[in-house]
């Protein structure tokens, strides 16, 4: 076994815990160890709540100090660029030109929570049917924050939860997906030398069903923030209870191009969205709908585009599509393709599997009852279909278990501001595909897509008590 690997250890109340269990993470393209990362055990997950308690309870942390913070964070973030990209592309099999680009917006995420950190502000309310009395409200820390991340955008999504977290006054404990735990460990760091106090920011890494489990069974913990799989999700808020929840889970994201779109234009950005990190993005283009009479036009120009990604290793600046998290992914959007293909779906381009690297693929003549059609696919493959009238359209974007955002190329302006009241979903970006976020806007979706809104001023309404205070002056 080689030895010039990373050894990382855990972050628990302001100091670094070895463990003699250790999860070994990959570089995803040559497969080659990349770090052994430290494991909690029980007794470190309790240690880490009671110093997260601890710090929540005697460890001030006022307003001016969390905009310090977040906001020197931010800047060590930007000078430590080429070293976090490099990491997401290696344990994470992101291509190098979008890990730096997942870097940018991670510092441009610190900063919006830091500004945000100085307008959490109560409110006077007015006081009819309250005569003699003085109302207003004022916003508190909510508690112990528990945030399990995934592994398709290991800072970005990290920063969102904490973030927000350390801006509205809460400490926070970080479960990141183990397989690309390192850059959450390196982001520790980062905070540490930001002077984010002790408590306030701990790393357990461990499997959902120990440390997870743990995390959530324990009621010191005042609220979970979740980015994941609609099953794991429904399982965490049976647990809690009454305890609150952020849940951004699955989509099989839409796009409608119809027929009076810049066809070519829309095609051009589908191929690149349905693509990116793999498609393991939870609003990867996966479901196209196209006007009939511009459906010949929209797949010739999908299938050229697609046809020019360079698939490969992330390390390379020509890269447009790494490999996926691992070979068992691969194998299943395989296996779900072949079975697309077995009931009459037809394969564009794509549908090869090279160890865990899955080619881009485009389908046609896809129904619903497939798993291409109906699961999250998580991977480099998207369906196109037909559509005669826009009412069929949104029907078939709508008739899905999921809801988080969906895109339409239109250049009627009527029908673009009718179509948010129409699409059951939590986000509709007009003229673009689903893919678009921008990280200061309100991110979340309905139905089995989660609850909740991230972006960091609408997540820390959801990390703050509101507390009315009545003020009798007539005694």
């Given at each position: 076994?080689?030895?010039?690997?990373?050894?990382?250890?855990?972050?628990?109340?302001?100091?670094?815990?070895?463990?003699?269990?250790?999860?070994?993470?990959?570089?995803?393209?040559?497969?080659?160890?990349?770090?052994?990362?430290?494991?909690?055990?029980?007794?470190?997950?309790?240690?880490?709540?009671?110093?997260?308690?601890?710090?929540?309870?005697?460890?001030?942390?006022?307003?001016?100090?969390?905009?310090?913070?977040?906001?020197?964070?931010?800047?060590?973030?930007?000078?430590?660029?080429?070293?976090?990209?490099?990491?997401?592309?290696?344990?994470?099999?992101?291509?190098?030109?979008?890990?730096?680009?997942?870097?940018?917006?991670?510092?441009?995420?610190?900063?919006?929570?830091?500004?945000?950190?100085?307008?959490?502000?109560?409110?006077?309310?007015?006081?009819?049917?309250?005569?003699?009395?003085?109302?207003?409200?004022?916003?508190?820390?909510?508690?112990?924050?528990?945030?399990?991340?995934?592994?398709?955008?290991?800072?970005?999504?990290?920063?969102?939860?904490?973030?927000?977290?350390?801006?509205?006054?809460?400490?926070?404990?970080?479960?990141?997906?183990?397989?690309?735990?390192?850059?959450?460990?390196?982001?520790?760091?980062?905070?540490?030398?930001?002077?984010?106090?002790?408590?306030?920011?701990?790393?357990?890494?461990?499997?959902?069903?120990?440390?997870?489990?743990?995390?959530?069974?324990?009621?010191?913990?005042?609220?979970?923030?979740?980015?994941?799989?609609?099953?794991?999700?429904?399982?965490?808020?049976?647990?809690?209870?009454?305890?609150?929840?952020?849940?951004?889970?699955?989509?099989?994201?839409?796009?409608?191009?119809?027929?009076?779109?810049?066809?070519?234009?829309?095609?051009?950005?589908?191929?690149?969205?349905?693509?990116?990190?793999?498609?393991?993005?939870?609003?990867?283009?996966?479901?196209?709908?196209?006007?009939?009479?511009?459906?010949?036009?929209?797949?010739?120009?999908?299938?050229?585009?697609?046809?020019?990604?360079?698939?490969?290793?992330?390390?390379?600046?020509?890269?447009?599509?790494?490999?996926?998290?691992?070979?068992?992914?691969?194998?299943?959007?395989?296996?779900?393709?072949?079975?697309?293909?077995?009931?009459?779906?037809?394969?564009?381009?794509?549908?090869?599997?090279?160890?865990?690297?899955?080619?881009?693929?485009?389908?046609?003549?896809?129904?619903?009852?497939?798993?291409?059609?109906?699961?999250?696919?998580?991977?480099?493959?998207?369906?196109?279909?037909?559509?005669?009238?826009?009412?069929?359209?949104?029907?078939?974007?709508?008739?899905?278990?999921?809801?988080?955002?969906?895109?339409?190329?239109?250049?009627?302006?009527?029908?673009?501001?009718?179509?948010?009241?129409?699409?059951?979903?939590?986000?509709?970006?007009?003229?673009?595909?689903?893919?678009?976020?921008?990280d200061q806007m309100p991110y979340g979706?309905?139905?089995?897509?989660?609850?909740?809104?991230?972006?960091?001023?609408?997540?820390?309404?959801?990390?703050?008590?509101?507390?009315?205070?009545?003020?009798?002056?007539e005694e």
């Amino acid at each position: 076994m080689q030895s010039n690997f990373l050894k990382e250890r855990l972050f628990i109340g302001g100091k670094w815990i070895e463990t003699e269990e250790t999860h070994q993470v990959y570089n995803k393209y040559t497969g080659e160890l990349y770090a052994e990362i430290a494991l909690a055990d029980e007794e470190i997950v309790d240690r880490a709540i009671e110093k997260a308690v601890h710090a929540h309870k005697q460890i001030d942390f006022p307003v001016e100090q969390r905009y310090e913070v977040l906001m020197r964070a931010a800047e060590l973030l930007q000078q430590n660029q080429e070293s976090f990209a490099e990491t997401i592309a290696i344990e994470g099999g992101k291509p190098i030109t979008d890990a730096k680009v997942e870097v940018s917006r991670s510092v441009s995420t610190l900063q919006i929570a830091a500004m945000e950190a100085k307008k959490l502000v109560g409110e006077i309310i007015p006081n009819y049917n309250a005569a003699g009395r003085f109302l207003y409200t004022v916003k508190k820390p909510v508690g112990v924050v528990a945030a399990i991340t995934p592994f398709n955008f290991p800072l970005n999504l990290v920063v969102h939860k904490v973030g927000p977290a350390l801006a509205a006054g809460n400490p926070i404990i970080i479960k990141p997906a183990s397989d690309t735990a390192t850059t959450t460990v390196k982001l520790c760091a980062l905070l540490e030398e930001a002077g984010v106090p002790s408590g306030y920011v701990q790393c357990v890494v461990g499997s959902g069903r120990t440390v997870g489990e743990q995390l959530l069974n324990d009621e010191r913990i005042a609220h979970y923030t979740f980015t994941g799989s609609p099953a794991v999700g429904k399982h965490i808020q049976q647990t809690i209870g009454l305890r609150k929840a952020t849940l951004e889970l699955g989509s099989n994201s839409a796009t409608i191009v119809h027929h009076d779109a810049d066809v070519a234009k829309a095609a051009t950005k589908v191929a690149k969205m349905a693509n990116v990190n793999a498609g393991q993005v939870c609003i990867s283009v996966q479901r196209v709908f196209v006007h009939e009479t511009v459906k010949e036009a929209f797949l010739e120009t999908l299938i050229n585009e697609v046809s020019r990604l360079k698939v490969g290793n992330p390390l390379d600046s020509e890269t447009n599509v790494g490999p996926m998290i691992s070979e068992k992914e691969a194998i299943r959007i395989e296996q779900w393709v072949e079975e697309a293909v077995a009931d009459g779906a037809i394969v564009q381009i794509g549908g090869k599997r090279a160890g865990n690297i899955f080619y881009p693929t485009v389908l046609t003549n896809v129904k619903k009852g497939m798993k291409v059609v109906d699961e999250e696919a998580f991977a480099p493959v998207v369906s196109v279909s037909p559509y005669e009238t826009i009412e069929e359209a949104i029907g078939l974007v709508n008739d899905s278990k999921y809801g988080l955002q969906a895109g339409i190329y239109t250049s009627d302006l009527n029908l673009s501001y009718q179509i948010p009241y129409l699409l059951d979903v939590g986000g509709v970006i007009v003229n673009d595909t689903s893919s678009f976020r921008a990280d200061q806007m309100p991110y979340g979706g309905v139905k089995e897509s989660g609850n909740g809104k991230e972006g960091p001023a609408y997540a820390i309404q959801e990390l703050v008590e509101t507390v009315t205070v009545v003020v009798n002056l007539e005694e």
